[in-house]
């Protein structure tokens, strides 16, 4: 005995109005989280640098404390810690006493500076004059060790 084929039961599917609105709410829903993951990113790019820029600083007194608190010259530096590449970028060694003007608006004498030059990639502050701005406004990553720290490490 011969039986036609049925066609395919209707309503087993999702509708095209079904489906545009479940396109509107992921859409929502990634409009919501990408801020978020974008904000998210950034700090972790500059908690890097940050942790570069320290682990430079780290070299040049680990340096300092075995060559009797002499500061390294500029070519140990690029020879030996600025190798160190982030996603933003070498940090720079600028060595010699220069007084810094902080956050928090105190002056402060610095034997040497670690500097990168943050997400802009653009060198916010001009570092061999006197003072050197750090306000937040800058983007820039700076650490660097006072003379007496930097003596401190001597016996």
């Not at 999702?14 to 990113?41: D, K, N, Q, W």
């Not at 701005?133 to 490490?153: E, N």
Request: some cysteine; glycine content about 6%; hydrophobic content about 45%.
């Amino acid at each position: 005995m011969y039986r036609p084929i049925s066609p395919k039961p209707i309503g087993k599917g999702f509708s095209l109005v079904e489906m545009a609105i479940i396109l509107v709410i992921m859409s929502l829903m990634v409009a919501a989280l990408l801020p978020r993951i974008i904000s998210g990113t950034k700090r972790d790019v500059m908690a890097e640098a940050k942790r570069m820029v320290r682990s430079a600083r780290n070299e040049v007194l680990g340096y300092a404390k075995a060559n009797g608190c002499a500061l390294p010259p500029a070519a140990w530096f690029s020879a030996q810690a600025a190798h160190r590449w982030g996603r933003l970028g070498a940090v720079a060694y600028l060595s010699g006493n220069r007084t810094l003007t902080l956050v928090n608006g105190t002056n402060q004498t610095a034997a040497f500076l670690i500097v990168s030059n943050g997400t802009d990639q653009t060198n916010d502050t001009d570092y061999s004059a006197n003072p050197t701005d750090l306000r937040p406004v800058h983007d820039d990553i700076v650490d660097f060790a006072t003379p007496a720290f930097v003596q401190s490490l001597c016996p």
